[in-house]
């Protein structure tokens, strides 16, 4: 008991021990600050180097306890929200990194797959006699971005014949009605009435049609120049008596031209395949010749078809 009581009436001994309480007292304050001040959020963070329009699985990520002020932008905190989504189209997710949502002011890493722009190819339950088709618009094209999903829309051409004396005449008619539209999206490929935070422009409108109707309208495009598509809303009557937009042809007409073309096609590729024949034809006569044996032939290249105009002309 002595010898405690002469320990602890060592003024330096006291000294120490005042100065390590202190210091622990201090330490503790400090981390209570620290604890309190640092809040932690439980975030995704990616596990592997994720590409481009890729589904987000659980293999790709984990969750981590990260400082809340050390995170910054729309950081996806829910592990719900990554369920069927997809890294975006030029969303390239390096290992390491957070997931981010879309907002009107700043675009995430993560979308929904009806907003890829190749999300026509699964976005749709449709007949197996039924092709998906995406027509590139605009705000004018579009009527004013009045194409929308679920209505139903009228498909015409516009046909531009140049005469003998170069000048430059239209036909037109109705090809299809009432198709169903399947999507309008913007340039991103998302859904442009899926948002309500931005306004979107019409770039692409997607319908479904049938077997036959997409062979014209594929033929159609190739004729880009002498053949116009143009999109209405079932609602518009597009046809104006008087004007360019005179019905000068029916849908059976509009078919036919599109046939002679293709007509034409396939008989051009007839026609090369004979040139080929005639040019080794020839050559066989040149060496026969040459070998004293000299053999004629009359035969003639056939000429090119020309393309109908539709009415029998």
Do not use: C, H
Not at 263 to 283: A, G, M, N, R
């Amino acid at each position: 008991m002595g010898s405690s009581k002469k320990f602890l009436g060592n003024k330096n001994v006291v000294t120490l021990l005042g100065m390590i309480v202190i210091v622990v007292v201090l330490y503790l304050f400090y981390q209570w600050r620290v604890d309190s001040a640092v809040q932690f959020r439980k975030v995704m963070m990616a596990t592997k180097n994720i590409d481009r329009m890729v589904e987000i699985d659980r293999s790709m990520y984990t969750t981590e306890e990260i400082p809340e002020k050390a995170l910054i932008g729309n950081v996806i905190y829910d592990e719900g929200q990554l369920a069927g989504k997809f890294s975006g189209v030029n969303s390239y997710i390096p290992i390491g990194s957070f997931f981010y949502y879309s907002s009107a002011n700043s675009v995430g890493n993560i979308v929904n797959k009806y907003d890829l722009p190749i999300a026509f190819l699964f976005e749709f339950d449709l007949d197996k006699d039924v092709i998906a088709y995406n027509y590139l618009v605009n705000n004018t094209t579009s009527y004013s971005n009045s194409l929308i999903p679920g209505n139903y829309m009228d498909i015409y051409l516009r046909i531009a014949k140049t005469s003998d004396t170069k000048e430059t005449k239209y036909t037109f008619g109705k090809l299809v009605e009432n198709v169903k539209i399947l999507a309008v999206k913007d340039g991103s490929g998302r859904n442009v009435f899926n948002s309500t935070n931005e306004r979107r422009s019409p770039s692409m409108v997607i319908f479904g049609v049938d077997t036959e109707t997409n062979k014209y309208l594929r033929t159609a495009e190739v004729l880009d120049g002498a053949v116009e598509i143009i999109v209405v809303p079932t609602n518009v009557n597009l046809i104006d008596e008087g004007t360019e937009y005179e019905a000068q042809m029916t849908t059976q007409e509009l078919k036919d031209y599109l046939d002679d073309f293709l007509d034409f096609k396939e008989d051009e590729e007839t026609v090369l395949e004979t040139e080929t024949e005639t040019v080794t034809q020839q050559t066989e006569t040149t060496t026969e010749a040459s070998s004293g044996t000299v053999t004629e032939t009359n035969e003639q290249v056939p000429q090119l078809p020309k393309i109908g105009n539709g009415t029998g002309e």
